[in-house]
């Protein structure tokens, strides 16, 4: 089964978010298993349970426990790597919407978005397959 990746950008962005301290950083890293000069190249991937590991690592370093909530301020096009530029250069809020479902899989393989229609209201739906991170190969 193939393993499903993350990119490296966001447990970088994370940590960047967690604290400014470089050394600090480095620390949830080593802690998590995770190659430091590894998550400095844009273009590299970490498997989803690597990912998940240090999200939890993260999170119990983490003296705020609405971190994810306050994080979200501090959002910015890189974050989502060239899929929100992408989503920046659509005409209509639709066409940015359809992007991300489309491409998602650049940021996060685990993840599956999908847009529904409903009249008036569009449904952006985000599952995680939990199920391809938990059976062992």
Wanted: glycine content about 2%; charged content about 25%; proline content about 5%.
């Amino acid at each position: 089964m193939k393993q499903l990746t993350v990119s490296a950008v966001a447990p970088r962005l994370i940590a960047e978010l967690l604290t400014p301290d470089r050394a600090a950083q480095e620390e949830i890293y080593r802690r998590s298993d995770l190659d430091p000069a590894l998550l400095d190249n844009i273009d590299s991937r970490i498997s989803c349970e690597d990912f998940q590991r240090f999200a939890a690592i993260a999170t119990d370093t983490s003296p705020d426990p609405h971190f994810g909530l306050e994080a979200t301020a501090s959002f910015f096009p890189s974050v989502l790597d060239v899929v929100s530029f992408t989503m920046l250069a659509s005409a209509t809020l639709m066409q940015a919407l359809e992007t991300l479902a489309k491409y998602s899989p650049i940021i996060d393989e685990s993840a599956e978005i999908t847009l529904r229609r409903d009249a008036s209201v569009v449904w952006l739906i985000a599952k995680l397959r939990l199920g391809a991170l938990l059976q062992k190969s």
